[in-house]
């Protein structure tokens, strides 16, 4: 969920989608309890696996662009500057968490050492306070993991084939366990809407399938120049295609999400349609690469902190609403708590994400070896 340097007004766009999607959401589920946004509210959860499928195609586009260079990658340099980049925004959001009691609104609150070791995410209750640090957790684990992966494969100097067998291999595994988990603890249980999002929605062995769509995405760049050419040059034929396989698993997952095929088979279809999107904000002569949304390129700037702080943002001001009788439905309010989303997430990047990219600029410029 994490802005890069140059700014490319495609994935701006999805970004800044990822986001209202989230926020949106969010303020259905938390705050209003109706269906204040109509099916976007609704479906707005999906804004998580886009940002996923961005994550892997930015870190694993970084890590392959270094593995080709003459330098290579330095893991303790991409390492530290992702490091950098995540974790001090968080934790100041989780220091809130855990030292100001009214910040989580009464809500229980998992163990430090679950937050600390991006363990969060396993056996999550939902309803917990910080509960959508899962994602966070889930990406985290993926810039542990991937860097140290791809320099294995390179070090055994086996051929791009097997890397595209891995690819293959990850996404039927992610189906398979989720046909297994859903089978053995969500059909037929009295509490398996629970146990759907406990080990399944939250887990991490069912919830990489946009991220290694966006790995996919990075390999074609950069180790198959020609078929990402020829997928580039088509861009708004990408963007449409993308469009269509997007609205079908929208409209897939509205009529029955928590269902056996929408569970194994409905992840791999947001990961090809956001996969798609993503091809035509990279591809130069696409609408969608070529326009630049006003007011997009900030919403990506801010979303990671927007992301950590909007939650709790709405919680605490609807609380302070309503005791002056203004309903969360009503239109001043959805004005007051989505502003609020805003400002916190730019207080925050101004403050914290900000100094730290300064820092990381001046320590580790570079994921490369020296």
């Not at 997007?246 to 928590?258: G, T």
């Not at 798609?276 to 990671?304: F, K």
């Not at 005791?323 to 007051?336: E, F, L, N, S, T």
Request: aromatic share 14%; with cysteine; glycine share 10%.
């Amino acid at each position: 969920m994490h802005t890069h340097s140059e700014r490319i007004h495609g994935l701006d766009t999805l970004r800044a989608c990822a986001i209202v999607l989230v926020v949106l959401h969010h303020y259905v589920l938390f705050v209003s309890g109706a269906p204040t946004f109509g099916w976007v509210g609704e479906i707005g959860w999906v804004g998580v696996d886009l940002f996923f499928a961005l994550s892997g195609y930015l870190i694993g586009n970084q890590i392959f662009a270094a593995l080709r260079s003459a330098a290579g990658l330095s893991l303790p340099r991409f390492y530290a500057r992702r490091f950098l980049r995540t974790l001090p925004a968080y934790y100041v959001v989780l220091a809130l968490y855990f030292l100001w009691p009214d910040f989580r609104a009464g809500a229980t609150l998992p163990p430090l050492w679950k937050f600390l070791t991006f363990t969060q995410n396993i056996n999550l209750n939902p309803g917990t306070a910080f509960s959508h640090a899962w994602s966070l957790c889930i990406e985290e684990q993926f810039y542990v993991l991937l860097p140290a992966c791809a320099l294995a494969i390179a070090a055994l100097r086996r051929s791009l084939w097997w890397t595209w067998v891995g690819v293959g291999l990850a996404f039927g595994a992610g189906m398979a366990m989720r046909a297994w988990v859903w089978d053995e603890y969500v059909g037929g249980d009295l509490h398996g809407r629970t146990h759907y999002y406990q080990f399944i929605y939250y887990s991490s062995l069912c919830r990489f399938d946009e991220l290694m769509a966006g790995v996919a995405l990075a390999l074609l760049k950069n180790f198959h120049g020609r078929a990402w050419g020829r997928l580039t040059r088509r861009g708004n034929v990408m963007l449409g295609a993308g469009l269509l396989v997007c609205s079908l698993a929208f409209y897939l997952f509205l009529l029955d999400r928590l269902g056996f095929m929408l569970t194994v088979f409905g992840y791999p279809l947001l990961a090809l349609g956001f996969g798609l999107l993503m091809v035509a904000a990279l591809s130069e002569g696409s609408l969608l690469a070529a326009t630049a949304v006003p007011g997009a390129g900030r919403l990506a700037l801010y979303a990671y902190a927007i992301y950590l702080t909007h939650k709790q943002a709405c919680i605490l001001a609807n609380a302070a609403l309503q005791a002056r009788g203004v309903d969360p439905g009503q239109g001043v309010a959805i004005a007051i708590m989505l502003a609020l989303s805003l400002v916190s997430g730019m207080a925050l990047y101004h403050l914290v994400e900000q100094p730290f990219m300064a820092l990381r600029a001046r320590w580790v410029p570079t994921l490369r070896r020296s």
